[in-house]
Nanobody
Framework: EVQLQAYGGGLVQAGGSLRLSCAAS????????IGWFRQVPGKESEGISY????????YYADSVKGRFTVSSDNAKNTAYLQMNSLKPEDTAVYYC???????????????????WGQGTQVTVSS
């Protein structure tokens, strides 16, 4: 059974940091890419980052570039999203997802991901 579990969200003041984790099981982790998405009620899901576990390629949306860092530990089947200099506009439910595609440009869209974890709420107060 494939499972993805995102955790580590919480309430933080603007300028603070959080690290999200995405624990995976049930598939060959190092052959997949892990994407991070976030969603605010009433808005479309935003793909903010991904990491390809096979070659280490990463991507960041402009909205988080320079503040967020994605990483992955294949030995632990866990991906991470280190979020620094958080802003109130980063408030959202954050999701991790797994994709077997090797076409990096496709990893920016939710439809490329076959497995999704439950979301974790991140709230940044001003």
């Amino acid at each position: 059974e494939v499972q993805l579990q995102a955790y580590g969200g919480g309430l933080v003041q603007a300028g603070g940091s959080l690290r999200l984790s995405c624990a995976a099981s049930g598939f060959t982790f190092d052959r997949y890419a892990i994407g991070w998405f976030r969603q605010v009620p009433g808005k479309e899901s935003e793909g903010i980052s991904y990491i390809s576990n096979s070659d280490g390629s990463t991507y960041y949306a402009d909205s988080v570039k320079g503040r967020f860092t994605v990483s992955s530990d294949n030995a632990k089947n866990t991906a991470y999203l280190q979020m620094n200099s958080l802003k109130p506009e980063d408030t959202a439910v954050y999701y991790c997802a797994a994709s077997s595609t090797i076409i990096l440009s496709q990893l920016r869209v939710p439809s490329s991901y076959g497995y999704w974890g439950q979301g974790t709420q991140v709230t940044v107060s001003s």
